[in-house]
């Protein structure tokens, strides 16, 4: 159903009610001119991409382009690629953009940003008082806990109303304070095909069905849209046409596994915004309608980064590297412990920094370059550590290999040190593979993949091969004989 339809309010009130639409003409004007002008300073400087992704073991070429702007060192991973932030402007870190323009850019993504959380604190509030959150810590425990701390007479009975007020408004808050915004451009007159909606006769679809990814339970989305149309059209125009317009824009949703349910298609013209509330990612899917002109969208998220910011995953190289030591004298490296918990958590650790960092990073090419170098200080950090864990991983070989008695508590060491190497020996092979791919192929060159760690055999500077299949040989062998 569209707006056209007699029965589309009353099916979005009751199916639907956790979309909330903004027109255009809500937002303020200098507003829509610094984001609009963000959008076009971005493509101008070709910051836009088609990303890579994995789905069900095959690699595809995205017909949106993407760029994922926000806080400096947060990540956000979708279909097994990891995006990394162009940081926006953030007090505290210095940061080169590559333009003075490009700068200007982010900086309006950050005053939409705040924007758009403060209209999503406004409507979920709304949503509390209307009670149509269900949800144990905004609503069916505020009565409880007010009634708990007037029984016990530590506050009065108005004093625990507010406690539970500001309780309640911190949660509406964490659910909204978005940490990056993923915006999307394509020209759907430049794509030689598009799906078609296969349940409700939709048309032609820019991004199918789904739910979002990765994002902090029941938060909210909000989406601002701006469609290059010629013309704005008005609301008289729509009601001419019957069914959804294809050369307008639309926003489609429909209930998680239902299609017997009317779906909804909300159009979408110049500055238009929607926010999708609470649990509605989680209950319901959204796909993406295509018109005939180039739309850009900002679509604001809470990214759930509790392994996915460069303060984690420091924290765990940190970790990692308790277990190394080194002589004062021969300045000769060594492991702390060679207890089983320790050379499995160090080992995963190792696999983690390496596939889904190091070559996360370098599978997207040298695209980041066009917006700012900061990401590449971190990142050859992070490879600093990595070293050390190939290191760490040779003299866990060296301690096995020189033993000439291995006890039964050792075998189950090497068993479990084997499964992690196992592991890295296919990862290794299937992100060769991803970088060779036909779709990789496809990229121009400066958003190619690079393979990257990647050496030969016997370079000075590597302690072990990059193909372990021999390694892997020699500690099943090793078990096979203790048996």
């Known amino acids: 159903m569209t707006p056209v339809d007699a029965d589309f309010h009353q099916l979005w009130k009751s199916r639907y009610s956790k979309l909330i639409f903004r027109k ?26 088609q990303d890579l992704v994995r789905i069900k073991g095959k690699d595809f070429v995205t017909p949106v382009s993407r760029i994922l702007i926000g806080n400096p060192g947060c990540t956000y991973k979708y279909l097994n690629t990891r995006l990394f932030t162009v940081p926006w402007p953030t007090e505290g870190y210095d940061i080169k953009y590559c333009s003075p323009q490009i ?55 108005d004093e625990s109303s507010c406690c539970v007020q500001a309780d309640n408004y911190r949660c509406l808050k964490n659910r909204t304070s978005y940490n990056m915004t993923l915006l999307n451009y394509m020209d759907p007159l430049q794509m030689l095909y ?50 959804r317009d294809p050369a307008v824009w639309h926003v489609g949703l429909k209930v998680a596994w239902d299609i017997e ?46 392994r996915g910011t ?72 992070l490879e600093e550590f990595w070293r050390k864990m190939e290191i760490m991983t040779s003299l866990v070989l060296s301690e096995f290999r020189k033993e000439e008695r291995i006890e039964e508590q050792r075998t189950k060491t090497i068993r479990c040190f084997l499964l992690v190497l196992t592991e890295r020996q296919r990862l290794r092979k299937e992100w060769t593979a991803r970088c060779q791919s036909e779709a990789a192929e496809s990229l121009p060159e400066d958003q190619k993949p690079e393979c990257h760690p990647l ?15 021999e390694v892997i040989a020699d500690l099943q062998n090793l078990v096979l004989w203790v048996e």
């Open 24 to 49: 255009s003409d809500t937002v303020p004007e200098e507003l829509h001119q610094m984001v609009q002008e963000a959008f076009l300073t971005l493509r101008e400087h070709d910051c836009f991409f």
């Open 103 to 157: 700068h200007d850019a982010c900086k309006a993504l950050i005053r939409l940003n705040d924007y758009l959380h403060i209209e999503a604190v406004k409507a979920l509030q709304n949503l509390v008082e209307t009670k149509e959150i269900n949800d144990t810590t905004v609503i069916d425990g505020e009565q409880n806990f007010a009634t708990s701390l007037a029984e016990k007479g530590s506050v009065s009975k």
């Open 194 to 243: 598009l799906k078609q909606e296969p349940y409700f006769g939709m048309g032609d679809m820019a991004v199918s069905w789904h739910h979002d990814e990765n994002l902090v339970e029941r938060s909210t989305v909000a989406v601002y849209s701006y469609s290059c149309e010629g013309s704005v059209m008005t609301e008289s125009d729509e009601q001419i046409l019957k069914g």
């Open 261 to 306: 349910t009317p779906g909804l298609a909300m159009p979408l013209h110049q500055g238009d915004c929607y926010l999708m509330l609470d649990d509605l990612n989680i209950t319901h899917q959204h796909c993406v309608l295509a018109g005939f002109s180039p739309r850009f969208s900002s679509t604001h998220r809470v990214a759930d980064c509790s």
């Open 310 to 381: 460069l303060e984690y995953i420091f924290g765990q190289c940190e970790l990692a590297l308790q277990n190394l030591q080194t002589d004062l004298d021969s300045m000769a490296l060594s492991l702390k412990s060679l207890e089983t918990a320790v050379i499995k958590q160090v080992e995963e650790i190792h696999n983690e920094v390496e596939f889904e960092w190091l070559r996360q990073f370098w599978f997207q090419g040298k695209r980041y370059l066009k917006c700012t170098d900061w990401w590449l200080k971190p990142i050859a950090k």
């Open 455 to 469: 050496w030969a055999d016997g370079e000075c500077n590597m302690s072990l091969p990059y193909d372990l299949e």
